[in-house]
């Protein structure tokens, strides 16, 4: 048995504990990690880092992921490339205000960021709505 406080084991004839004197469980529960995907691809560092500020000020929680990769001396596009990654429930939520914003357009086939004018996305051909 284990103090969901002190963390202290007691033999299994103990019910309580002694330190806190709160009722002893038979384990404790291992800390619950969300689910994460991807809400898009960003092209570059400055963009990405710009939209998870947004995003964050909007209370979605988010991470960015391949920032610290600099190829040189020309860059590698798709080394170059960030992707934001946010909790499964906010993905959808955090697509449709990226899509509001006027300066960021999102591939709906590849979720990558595609140029505001685009009529294609560079990085799959879709055509873009």
Do not use: Y
């Amino acid at each position: 048995m284990i103090c969901p406080e002190c963390e202290e084991e007691f033999p299994d004839t103990i019910s309580t504990c002694w330190d806190c004197n709160v009722r002893l469980v038979p384990s404790l529960a291992e800390p619950e990690f969300p689910e994460l995907a991807v809400v898009c691809t960003i092209l570059n560092e400055t963009t990405a880092h710009i939209i998870k500020g947004f995003l964050e000020n909007e209370s979605i929680p988010c991470q960015l992921e391949n920032i610290s990769f600099h190829a040189g001396p020309a860059p590698v596009a798709d080394l170059m490339k960030v992707r934001l990654w946010s909790k499964k429930e906010d993905v959808l939520r955090a697509r449709k205000l990226l899509q509001e914003r006027e300066d960021v357009q999102i591939c709906s086939s590849c979720e990558t960021e595609v140029g505001f004018q685009d009529e294609f996305c560079g990085h799959c051909g879709e055509k873009l709505s």
